[in-house]
């Protein structure tokens, strides 16, 4: 938690009252989660983004994800939509702190054409 960045995109960090949590934007764009359960075996799609392995699951009622640390424990998850923040800028900026937590096995199958 201590390594989270202080902004994503034009989002600043703000003060959250839950323990394990994080969120940027006013409203929230971003909301992270630490210590979530890990994923296991599943046919959501896995994408990889600076050597962080990612499951996505989009909610389709929403348009909103919800993507998890693959392989790493405890798991991180981060709550976003795409059509207000790029997934992919989010990602390539929480990686550098997701890695921080080593990776204990790597999804089967990256998939590289996930749109998110």
Do not use: F
Not at 24 to 45: F, I
């Amino acid at each position: 938690m201590v390594v989270l960045p202080e902004a994503i995109d034009d989002a600043e960090r703000r003060t959250t009252t839950s323990q394990s949590t994080a969120a940027w934007g006013e409203p929230s764009k971003v909301v992270l989660r630490c210590g979530v359960e890990v994923p296991g075996p599943t046919t959501d799609p896995c994408v990889s983004v600076n050597d962080v392995d990612w499951v996505a699951h989009e909610d389709e009622a929403t348009s909103i994800w919800t993507l998890t640390t693959y392989g790493r424990t405890p798991a991180t998850e981060v709550i976003l939509d795409p059509n207000v923040i790029p997934s992919s800028t989010v990602l390539a900026t929480l990686s550098d702190a997701a890695q921080k937590i080593p990776a204990s096995k790597k999804c089967v199958s990256v998939d590289k054409s996930v749109s998110l």
